[in-house]
């Protein structure tokens, strides 16, 4: 097959194969960016596979990187955009169930296709549109199938991953997973403990964002990779309910963690040990944390203001995005103008800070501070007084003697 209109992309890194091949090597787009140009979906990055050697490439362009010159891949600056370009390899030495920590670099295309996950992902394309379709990819693209290259089983032996990589391709795609690769899938998810949680967690994250995020969970489930991941166990079937819930698009991994958090009905203090495990950041935690503490209440009914005041803008947009998932509705422009009105956002906000506090009342500084700026905060954003100093200062004068009262 020849592709005629290639998308823009490859077009602008058409000269970068010329160069190569000029110097008498092979060189080839390959991976995601071709399988999505065929699907007719927007590329991301434009790989190269070369029979060229990481020195070899590296002699040919002025402005190169050396970023996994192990693995064979030199990233190339040229014009605007730089290009993994990857040396054709084969990964022989696999060991534990992981990728290998050594390859061997080949001069064979058809080799380095050939150590590629699935057929959809094994295509190589030219700089005039010609196809390379060595595994039958294009019939499966075709057909809407997931199908291994070459033995399924011994693939996922080869490196576990794959197995989730297949499982967020169905998310992402909705490919269904061929018979053979799906039944190796089954009988080798155990292979999945040998993976590291990082990786692991980047594929789950994409099958949860995916577009069919419902026929992926059933398939994880079906497959029982969720036996192997961190915390998810005992929830195989909160999973499939969680597949029978709209499929609306998640907006982020926060949101999509959110999501899980209140399909397993975990505890709020449950979130932290739980995503430690996923190896989340502590950044993500905070954002989960806040998002699902708000949700269980938005879940029960409107936000009051302190609860807007709390959340802030990212956690009242991550909430609602949520809602519908779970079969509310989300008011976000409502809300988010409700926000918006607040007489403050922070404490800066306030008329009055704590060094005014402590000279109007003379007194040395203590947890009575805190507790005074607190209710003060509070009795602004809910309207009870108007955010200015001198009815602030009566207010906590009020306080004050309520708390030594
Ligand atoms: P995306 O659009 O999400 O980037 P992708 O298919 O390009 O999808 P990458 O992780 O960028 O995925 O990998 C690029 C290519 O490298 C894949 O298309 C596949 O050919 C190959 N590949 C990646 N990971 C593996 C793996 N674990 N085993 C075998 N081949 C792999
Ligand atoms: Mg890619």
């Keep these: 097959m020849k592709l005629n209109n290639l998308p823009e992309a490859f077009i602008q890194a058409a000269p970068l194969l010329r160069k190569i091949e000029e110097a008498g090597f092979e060189a080839y787009f390959v991976g995601g960016s071709v399988r999505d140009t065929i699907l007719n979906q927007p590329i991301h990055d434009v790989d190269i596979a070369t029979s060229a050697f990481p020195a070899e490439v590296k002699a040919l362009f002025p402005r190169t990187i050396d970023i996994g010159i192990e693995h064979g891949t030199v990233l190339v600056l040229w014009e605007q955009a730089q290009y993994e370009i990857t040396t054709f390899r084969t990964e022989a030495t696999y060991q534990d169930f992981r990728r290998p920590d050594k390859v061997d670099f080949v ?5 380095d296709l050939k150590r590629r996950d699935f057929t959809i992902n094994a295509l190589a394309l030219q700089k005039d549109g010609q196809i390379i379709d060595l595994f039958d990819g294009l019939a499966d693209i075709d057909n809407q199938v997931l199908r ?3 033995n399924p089983q011994e693939r996922f032996h080869e490196d576990a991953l794959r197995m989730m990589r297949g499982l967020r391709f169905v998310s992402q795609l909705g490919f269904e997973l061929e018979a053979q690769t799906c039944l190796a899938i089954q009988e080798n998810h155990a292979l999945l403990a040998k ?3 990082e990786r692991v967690m980047i594929e789950f994250i994409k099958m949860l964002l ?4 419902d026929q992926a969970l059933k398939a994880f489930v079906a497959t029982e990779c969720y036996q192997y991941c961190p915390g998810l166990r005992p929830y195989g079937e909160a999973l499939l309910r969680m597949a029978d819930l709209p499929t609306l698009p998640l907006m982020n991994e926060e949101a999509a963690w959110v999501l899980l958090m209140d399909q397993l009905q975990l505890d709020v203090s449950d979130v932290r040990p739980f995503l430690k495990a996923w190896k989340c950041s502590n950044a993500c935690i905070r ?3 806040a998002g699902y503490q ?6 029960e009914g409107e936000w009051t203001d302190m609860a807007l005041y709390q959340a802030g803008l990212p956690t009242i947009r991550l909430v609602e995005s949520v809602l519908p998932l779970v079969g509310k509705d989300s008011q976000l422009a409502e809300v988010e103008a409700r926000y918006l009105a607040l007489p403050i956002h922070q404490l800066q906000d306030l008329a009055i800070n704590g ?4 000279t109007a009342f003379d007194r040395p500084s203590g947890p009575w501070l805190k507790e005074v700026l607190q209710a003060l905060e509070e009795a602004v954003v809910t309207g009870k007084i108007a955010n200015q100093s001198d009815y602030l200062l009566v207010y906590a004068k009020d306080c004050l003697a309520h708390l030594e009262g």
């Design 195 to 197: 993976i590291s949680v």
């Design 210 to 213: 995916g577009a069919h995020r």
């Design 294 to 299: 708000a949700l269980l209440l938005r879940k």
């Design 148 to 150: 291994a290259v070459g």
């Design 355 to 358: 060094r005014d506090l402590l």
């Design 107 to 111: 001069r064979s295309l058809q080799e």
């Design 287 to 289: 954002q989960v944390q």
